[in-house]
């Protein structure tokens, strides 16, 4: 398969948001909030902080690799 016919069905431009996009990303939003709280209450050193925070973004890595795009972005069609 080329990447010619991968990436052909996908949009050129950006489209503007839907309202259930937005809401996914307001969700999507206020759990990384919530995860920044959490982690700032709970972590007083420098070094555990710093591993939380890599832990978590190896988290969102893992989601963006098994779902294979953002959880709040949606296809057009």
């Known amino acids: 398969m080329s990447t010619i016919s991968r990436t052909a069905?996908?949009?050129?431009r950006l489209q503007p948001l839907g309202?259930?996009?937005?809401l996914g990303f307001a969700i999507l939003a206020v759990l990384h909030a919530v995860a920044f709280i959490v982690l700032?209450?709970?972590?007083?050193?420098?070094f555990h902080g710093a591993l939380s925070v890599l832990a978590w973004g190896l988290l969102n890595c893992a989601w963006l690799v098994v779902?294979?795009?953002p959880g709040w972005r949606r296809r057009c069609r």
Do not use: G, I, K, Q
Not at 9 to 12: A, E, K, S
Not at 40 to 46: D, F, I, N, V
């Open 9 to 12: 069905d996908r949009p050129t």
């Open 19 to 22: 309202a259930s996009a937005r």
């Open 40 to 46: 700032w209450l709970t972590e007083h050193e420098l």
């Open 67 to 69: 779902l294979r795009r």
